[in-house]
């Protein structure tokens, strides 16, 4: 069963920095690629994705130059570090596995943590 536990979110002032984690087991973290999602009002947007080997990434034009993803397969475990944080970078950010990090599709999902940036 494909666990997915982030944590690290919280209340912080506009400017300020973040850094989320997700921890992943039931599966073999390393073959798979992962994604950093968010959602506020509206629907789930692409964050962030780096390969199973953590040396390629990418990252949404929202939050390029700002927020940074990496992974240390050995502690299975997913980071985004965010920086410069806005209010519009509200919201709730999930982790999840998926396939290709150019493009990527989850079909598991974590509890998700809170974010909320005030101004």
């Known amino acids: 069963q494909v666990r997915l536990v982030e944590s690290g979110g919280g209340l912080v002032q506009a400017g300020g920095s973040r850094r989320l984690s997700c921890a992943a087991s039931?599966?073999?973290?390393?073959?798979?690629?992962m994604g950093w999602f968010r959602q506020a009002e509206k629907e789930r947007e692409f964050v962030a994705a780096v390969?199973?080997?953590?040396?390629?990434?990418k990252h949404a034009d929202s939050v390029k130059g700002r927020f940074t993803i990496s992974r240390d397969n050995a502690k299975n475990t997913v980071y985004l570090q965010m920086r410069s944080l806005k209010p519009e970078d509200t919201g709730v950010y999930y982790c999840?596995?998926?396939?290709?990090?150019?493009?990527?599709?989850?079909?598991?999902w974590g509890q998700g943590t809170q974010v909320t940036v005030s101004s």
């Open positions: 039931g599966l073999t973290f390393s073959r798979y690629a």
């Open positions: 999840a596995p998926c396939f290709i990090y150019s493009d990527c599709r989850p079909e598991y």
């Open positions: 390969s199973r080997s953590g040396f390629s990434t």
